[in-house]
């Protein structure tokens, strides 16, 4: 489904990963581990069209179709879903703007209340503050919404960057469980972590 090739990624002269490999099967649960800059997130940046393309060697291929040089929306368009580092809502929209800014590329209104339902159903405490502003959330309930506004646009391949990142010990649990359900419904998913043992723990391999 993906594969990265001998990628390379470079910020000037700063070289962020180098000769990185990586295949990843319909279905699978990977984790990307490693310590703060060990070039985690840039290469879920990489894969999802955000490094310049100047900045990047190597091949990176989904559904034996070379993405490396496509803009970040047509990548988008494919069903690579990135949920960024620190969750990035937009913190003066509602709880139900951000979850519909999900679903920008889709067209079948149908369809995306569905998805919204789904939604509810995984984080029922989004539910009584759908008219909330996202500022207004703590740091696990941004969290959700941030998994959730990934989920309204139908993702076929979910990329989640260190979501327990801030999170209680109680916190990064529950947030574990939802996780593992969405996996266990047959999505394809990338977890960059920090957190060893958390995502050893929820992914086929690591």
């Known amino acids: 489904m993906l594969e990265l090739r001998n990628v390379w990624i470079k910020y000037g002269k700063t070289v962020a990963v180098r000769k990185l490999n990586l295949t990843v099967n319909k279905g699978d649960f990977v984790t990307i581990l490693g310590a703060n800059g060990a070039g985690k997130s840039s290469t879920l940046n990489a894969i999802s069209g955000l490094v310049k393309f100047k900045d990047l060697r190597g091949e990176i291929d989904y559904k034996g179709e070379k993405i490396s040089g ?60 759908l008219s909330a502003k996202a500022r207004e959330l703590s740091g696990g309930q941004q969290q959700m919404v941030a998994i959730g506004r990934g989920l309204m646009a139908e993702p076929e391949l979910l990329m989640l960057d260190e979501p327990s990142f801030g999170l209680s010990p109680l916190l990064r649990q529950q947030l574990a469980e939802k996780i593992k359900e969405v996996s266990s419904e047959g999505e394809t998913i990338i977890l960059v972590e920090q957190n060893a043992r958390l995502g050893l723990m929820l992914a086929k391999y690591g």
């Open 70 to 129: 496509l803009k970040p929306g047509a990548i988008a368009a494919r069903g690579l879903i990135q949920i960024p580092e620190g969750r990035k809502l937009f913190p003066l929209m509602t709880v139900r703007e951000n979850l519909e800014m999900g679903a920008y590329l889709r067209k079948d209104r149908k369809q995306i209340a569905a998805s919204m339902e789904k939604v509810m159903e995984l984080f029922p405490l989004l539910r009584e503050k």
